[in-house]
């Protein structure tokens, strides 16, 4: 089956750098857009970055300047970079994509990973 499977998540001070990665895997014909989502205990899961396969990027005012959202098409991968890092930034990553497989030629099936956890903390 198809799945994302995330890491690079961890315990990083205040002011720190971390990068996340997100590999697709199984059998996937395209995918579309992916993203990183988050949710801190508590709060909403909220949308922080994203990027079109063609590579146009969105990111939430909240980490424009500190993350970067970047993809290897090829290996079907998407990573995050995050840079100046806050105790705000803590919550568990998710990274989503949009893709096209045998049984959904035609449109997007939404799929999830099953999270990271970025704790910054002095």
């Known amino acids: 089956q198809v799945q994302l499977v995330e890491s690079g998540g961890g315990l990083v001070q205040p002011g720190g750098s971390l990068r996340l990665s997100c590999a697709a895997s199984?059998?996937?014909?395209?995918?579309?857009?992916m993203g990183w989502y988050r949710q801190a205990p508590g709060r909403q899961r909220d949308l922080v970055a994203s990027?079109?396969?063609?590579?146009?990027?969105h990111y939430a005012d909240s980490v424009k300047g500190r993350f970067t959202i970047s993809r290897d098409n090829a290996k079907n991968t998407v990573f995050l970079q995050m840079n100046s890092l806050k105790p705000e930034d803590t919550a568990v990553y998710y990274c989503?994509?949009?893709?096209?497989?045998?049984?959904?030629?035609?449109?997007?099936?939404?799929?999830w990973g099953q999270g990271t956890l970025v704790t910054v903390s002095s």
């Open positions: 989503n994509a949009g893709i096209r497989t045998a049984t959904s030629l035609n449109r997007d099936v939404e799929i």
């Open positions: 199984g059998i996937i014909l395209h995918i579309n857009e």
């Open positions: 990027i079109t396969f063609g590579g146009a990027t």
